[in-house]
C-alpha cells in the first residue's frame, strides 16, 4: 500500500491510521478509560484489594540476557509498564512506561526493537533494547491483540479484538526506527477503510498469531469462536479450508471455511511445517444419556455430552501448515468420569499413546531447539515435549511455576523456559534440569497473593483444576478471559440429557445476580458449578481420589500446598476453613468483585447510536422494559420499575418430543427454580462477546436474534428468529424497522459498555 | 447471486491511489435495484423524502415516499410502486453521473456532517461521520458493493 493511499485514506476519516511514527502525543487518541470493579463500598461483600500487576506477556532479547515482562494489570487497574530483568540473576534492572495495559510482546528480527500491543492504548509502543526506552509510538486501534513479525522483519501482522480483524503492515527499519505500512487486504470490510483500518476480517477475539514461513501463511486463532482463519499472506485473504465455495464459516466471507479446533483456541505454533494449537477439549462424543443419576430425575446421566465438566480436557492439535489436514491430536492423560473405568479400545476413548498432555488449560506455546513448552495456566505448570517427525510430541518433564500462569520465553542456549505468573506477581525459570527459580515482578507491597477472600476466590476461578479430581478442568476452560465462547454446553440442571445453554459472559456478574439464564443461582450458592469439578463421590476407598478420604480434606490439603493456608481470611465472607462449600463462596465472591469489563472504545455520540438509543427506549420496540439503561438487565440488584426477575418463556425447544429446556427435579427442588423461567441477560460488553445469543445460543448474529423472518436487514444465509410459533415480534418490536433503523439499534447496543 | 460489477474496493483503491495528480476513472455505477428496494430507499425514504424537502416535486433530487408524494392517487397503496421505486432509483442515478468521485457524489457527501467533510445540505446532517452504519450502507450500494445485506457491506 502506498503511503499516499494511507495519507488519503487517513484524510477521509480523520482517524487512526500507521504513518507517522514519533513519540509526541499530539496525533494519538487517548487511552481508554477502564471500566470500575464490579463491588462498591456499598455492597456487603465489599472489601478492599491489593493493588496487583498481574505479570502477562514475556520475552526475551536477541542476547538471552534480559527479560521483559509486560505488567498488564486488570480490566479495572490496568498496567502501562514493561519490568526489565537480568535473564541470568533475575535481578530487577527497571520498569519501562508503555501504553495502558501492555498485552502482547514482539521482538523484531533485528533484536533491536521490541514492540508493545497495548490494550487500551491507540498506539504501539517501541522500546529500543539497547537504551531500554521507548523511541516509537506507532498509531494502531485499539485493542492491538498480538503482533507477529515474518523471519524476516519485512511484514507484521497484529490481531485486534475490538474490530475483529487482522491488520497487515509492511515493514521496513529506517534510522533505527521501524516503520510500519499498513496495507489494504481485497477483502477488507468497507467500514473497516472507511475507518482508516482496513483489516482481514477474522473471527471473533482474535488472539493468537502464528507464521508459517514454508507456506507463507498467517494462522489466526479466533479464540472464543473455536477455529483458526488461515490467511495465504501473498494476498492478504483467507483461505478456504475446504476448497468448496458453497460452504462458508459463519461470520466468515462467503465461501470461506475455517479450519474448526472444536473448543477454544488458546494459542498457535508452527514448526516444520506443523501447526500446533493449544486448546481444550472439544468433548469426547460419548452418549449424553449414561452414568448415574445423581439429580434423582429418574433419567441416567446428568451430564451429558460434558460428562460433569470431566471431559473438558486439555489438548494439542496439530495440523499439516499446507493441507491442513489434521496430524495427532493430543488430549489428557486422565479422563475421570465415565470413561475412566471402561476398557482400552472404547468408542470415545483416545489411543494410550495420545492421552499425554498433562495440567489443565494450555495457555501459552514456546518453542526451543528440540522441544515444544506448554504453559497450563489452571494447573500453574509448565510442560515438555519432545518435537517428534509428522507433528508428533513426546512428553518429557512437567515443571510448577507460579498461579495463574499465561506469557513464556524459552532461551534456546540454555534450554531455560522463563513464565510469567499473573496471580502470585512473579515469574519462574525453569531450567533444564527442573530446577525452579522464582522472583517477584509485580505488586506485593499489599501482601503476598492471596490476601483477601476475593483473592482466594481467583484461585478458585482461574486454578479451578488444582481442586479438581484429576486436574483437568478450570471455569476458564470455557469462559475465555471471562467471557463466552460460541458454543453451547449441556445443562447439568436440565430435565433432558440433550439440554445446553450457552456459554455466558462471567463478566458484569455484580448486577446479574441471581446467575444463570434461569436465575437461580446465587453468589452464596455456585457450589452446583463447583460440584461439577469435584464430586464428592469421587473421593474415598475405591475411587479416583482415594488418596483422600473424603473432599473437604482434599480441600484443605490443597489450599494449605498452594495457598499456604486453609483458613479464608475473614475480610469478605465469614473465615471459615476451605472447605467445598467455602471454596464455593470464595468462587462466588470473585465473581461478583471484579465486573472484569472491557472499556469499549466504539463511540457513544454519533448519530446512529442516538437514533439507536431512541429505538431502544421506544415503546414500540420495548427493549428498554427488559433491558432497562444503566444495566441492561433485571436484577435482585437493579430492578427499577419493579419487575418479576424471572420472565415465563415458552419451551424454546423440543427434541424428539422432549422438552430440553425443562429443569431436572433435584435443580427445582433444591434451588426454587422453575421451568421455563429465564432471567434477563445483561446487554453490556455485546460488543466484544461472541454473536451467539438466547440461552440455547441459537442467534448467529445480532441480527438474527433482533430481526423478524424476512427482516430486510439480513443477509442470505440469515435467519431472523425473533418469531415464536408464527408470532412475529416477541423478542421486541422489530418487524417495523428498515434495515438502517435495525442497524442502528445494533450500533447503540454495541456503543453500551 | 452477486451481478459482475466494480467492487468497491476498487472505487476507493483508485480514489486513494488517484489523489490530485490524475483524473480519476469515470465508471458508470452500478445500482443494483434489489438492494436499492429492499435497504436503501426505505432510509432515503426515512430521512430525506419529507414534503419540505426532496420529497417536493420541485428540487433537483426528488424522492416519492408512501406517505408524502406519490405517483398515484389510489389510498389502497400504501407502498411504492415499482414505478416509483424506479424513478427514485434513477434521481440517485441521476445525481451521481455528475460526479466521476462518487465519494465526493452530492448524494454522500452533502449529508454528511461538516466535521466530517461533508456538507452543505439545507436538511442538516444526516450521516455523522463515513462510519455511520447509514452511511456505509449508501456508501456500499453505490459503490457496488455486494447486495442484500452481503457481510462485507453490513454497515
Known amino acids: 500500500m502506498s503511503s499516499l493511499m494511507i495519507l488519503r485514506l487517513t484524510a477521509l476519516v480523520g482517524v487512526l491510521s500507521c504513518r507517522d511514527p514519533n513519540l509526541q502525543d499530539e496525533g494519538l487518541a487517548p487511552d481508554l478509560v477502564p471500566v470500575p470493579a464490579g463491588l462498591g463500598p456499598g455492597d456487603p461483600y465489599f472489601a478492599p484489594q491489593p493493588h496487583r500487576d498481574h505479570p502477562y506477556a514475556i520475552a526475551l532479547s536477541l542476547s538471552g540476557d534480559k527479560l521483559y515482562v509486560a505488567l498488564r494489570g486488570n480490566e479495572a487497574e490496568p498496567g502501562r509498564e514493561v519490568a526489565v530483568l537480568d535473564a541470568r540473576s533475575l535481578t530487577p534492572l527497571g520498569r519501562i512506561e508503555v501504553g495502558l495495559s501492555p498485552n502482547h510482546l514482539a521482538l523484531h528480527p533485528n533484536g533491536r526493537h521490541l514492540v508493545v500491543c497495548n490494550r487500551f492504548s491507540g498506539f504501539l509502543s517501541v522500546i529500543d533494547t539497547q537504551s531500554d526506552q521507548v523511541v516509537q509510538q506507532i498509531p494502531t486501534p485499539y485493542y492491538a491483540t498480538e503482533l507477529v513479525f515474518d523471519d524476516l522483519g519485512t511484514r507484521a501482522w497484529i490481531s485486534n479484538r475490538w474490530l475483529d480483524l487482522v491488520l497487515s503492515y509492511d515493514v521496513g527499519v529506517a534510522d533505527d526506527r521501524l516503520q510500519l505500512s499498513l496495507r489494504t487486504p481485497p477483502d477488507a470490510r468497507l467500514r473497516d477503510r472507511l475507518r482508516g483500518a482496513p483489516g482481514i476480517p477474522v473471527g471473533t477475539n482474535p488472539r493468537a498469531l502464528a507464521y508459517d514461513p514454508a507456506s507463507e501463511r498467517l494462522f489466526v486463532a479466533n479464540l472464543v469462536d473455536l477455529d483458526v482463519s488461515v490467511i495465504d499472506t501473498r494476498e492478504d485473504r483467507e483461505v478456504d479450508r475446504d476448497g468448496d465455495p458453497g460452504t462458508t464459516t459463519k461470520g466468515a466471507p462467503r465461501g470461506v471455511t475455517r479450519l474448526s479446533i472444536g473448543a477454544p483456541v488458546n494459542d498457535l505454533l508452527v514448526r516444520g511445517g506443523w501447526l500446533y494449537v493449544a486448546t481444550v477439549g472439544a468433548g469426547t462424543g460419548h452418549p449424553a444419556d449414561q452414568g448415574p443419576d445423581t439429580n434423582g430425575d429418574g433419567l441416567p446421566g446428568d451430564g451429558t455430552a460434558n460428562l460433569h465438566f470431566h471431559d473438558l480436557q486439555n489438548e494439542l492439535a496439530t495440523y499439516d501448515a499446507l493441507t491442513l489436514a489434521p496430524g495427532p491430536r493430543y488430549t489428557s492423560d486422565s479422563i475421570v468420569g465415565i470413561l475412566d473405568d471402561a476398557p482400552e479400545g472404547s468408542p470415545g476413548l483416545p489411543e494410550p499413546e495420545f492421552r499425554i498432555v498433562r495440567g489443565a488449560l494450555p495457555e501459552q506455546l514456546a518453542e526451543g531447539p528440540e522441544h515444544l513448552y506448554v504453559v497450563t495456566a489452571g494447573s500453574a505448570e509448565v510442560s515438555r515435549y519432545r518435537f517428534l517427525e509428522a507433528g508428533r510430541l513426546a512428553f518429557e518433564r512437567i515443571d510448577t511455576v507460579g498461579l495463574f500462569p499465561y506469557g513464556a520465553a524459552v532461551d534456546p542456549a540454555r534450554g531455560e523456559v522463563f513464565v510469567a505468573n499473573r496471580l502470585t506477581e512473579d515469574i519462574t525459570r525453569v531450567e533444564v534440569s527442573g530446577n525452579s527459580t522464582h522472583q517477584v515482578v509485580g505488586d506485593v507491597k499489599g501482601g503476598a497473593f492471596p490476601a483477601t477472600d476475593a483473592e482466594l476466590g481467583e484461585v478458585m476461578l482461574n486454578s479451578t483444576a488444582l481442586y479438581t479430581v484429576d486436574g483437568d478442568a478450570t471455569c476458564e476452560h470455557c469462559h475465555r478471559e471471562g467471557g463466552g465462547q460460541r458454543r453451547v454446553a449441556s445443562a447439568p440442571h436440565g430435565r433432558s440429557p440433550f439440554t445446553m445453554r450457552s456459554t455466558p459472559t462471567m463478566k458484569y456478574l455484580q448486577q446479574q445476580r441471581p446467575l444463570m439464564f434461569e436465575n437461580f443461582l446465587d453468589e452464596t450458592n455456585f457450589s452446583p458449578m463447583m460440584n461439577e469439578f469435584g464430586r464428592a463421590e469421587n473421593f474415598g476407598p475405591g475411587m479416583p481420589r482415594s488418596d483422600y478420604p473424603d473432599r473437604d480434606t482434599f480441600y484443605l490439603a490443597i489450599s494449605e500446598r498452594y495457598l499456604g493456608r486453609s483458613r479464608s481470611f475473614g475480610d469478605a465472607l465469614p473465615e471459615a476453613p476451605i472447605t467445598f462449600e467455602q471454596a464455593a463462596r470464595l468462587l462466588g465472591l470473585a465473581l461478583i468483585h471484579e465486573s472484569r469489563a472491557l472499556p469499549n472504545p466504539n463511540p457513544q455520540d454519533t448519530f446512529a447510536v442516538a437514533r439507536g438509543k431512541m429505538m431502544f427506549e421506544s415503546a414500540a420496540t420495548g427493549c428498554a422494559n427488559c433491558h432497562p439503561a444503566p444495566e441492561f438487565t433485571l436484577s435482585r440488584n437493579f430492578n427499577p420499575a419493579g419487575l418479576p426477575l424471572g420472565m415465563r418463556m415458552f419451551s424454546g425447544a423440543i427434541f424428539d418430543g422432549q422438552d430440553i429446556d425443562a429443569l431436572s427435579e433435584g435443580a427445582k427442588r433444591r434451588f426454587g427454580a422453575e421451568d421455563h423461567v429465564f432471567g434477563v441477560p445483561t446487554l453490556r460488553g455485546l460488543w466484544d462477546r461472541p454473536e451467539h445469543f438466547y440461552h440455547d445460543g441459537r442467534a448467529s448474529s445480532l441480527v438474527e436474534a433482533l430481526a423478524t423472518p424476512d427482516h430486510p436487514a439480513l443477509a442470505p444465509g440469515e435467519e431472523g428468529l425473533n418469531v415464536r410459533d408464527g408470532v412475529f415480534d416477541i423478542h421486541g418490536g422489530t418487524s417495523h424497522l428498515d434495515a438502517a433503523e435495525l442497524a442502528d439499534l445494533i450500533e447503540y447496543l454495541r456503543s453500551i459498555e | ?155
Open chain 2, 1 to 155: 447471486m452477486i451481478p459482475p460489477r466494480w467492487p468497491y474496493w476498487l472505487w476507493l483503491s483508485a480514489l486513494a491511489c488517484g489523489g490530485t495528480e490524475a483524473a480519476p476513472p469515470v465508471v458508470v455505477p452500478i445500482l443494483d435495484p434489489t438492494t436499492f428496494e429492499v435497504q436503501v430507499q426505505p432510509m432515503l425514504v426515512r430521512l430525506c423524502a419529507q414534503t419540505a424537502c426532496h420529497g417536493a416535486d420541485d428540487r433537483a433530487f426528488f424522492l416519492y415516499s408512501p406517505f408524502g408524494a406519490r405517483a398515484i392517487r389510489s389510498t389502497d397503496q400504501p407502498a411504492l410502486t415499482g414505478a416509483e421505486t424506479s424513478a427514485n432509483l434513477e434521481a440517485c442515478r441521476r445525481q451521481l453521473e455528475a460526479s466521476p468521485d462518487l465519494l465526493e457524489s452530492p448524494l454522500l457527501k452533502r449529508p454528511l456532517r461538516p466535521e466530517a467533510g461533508g456538507g452543505p445540505h439545507g436538511g442538516g446532517a444526516q450521516f455523522y461521520d463515513r462510519v455511520d452504519p447509514s452511511y456505509v450502507l449508501f456508501a456500499c450500494w453505490i459503490l457496488g458493493g455486494g447486495a442484500e445485506g452481503e457481510p462485507e457491506c453490513r454497515p
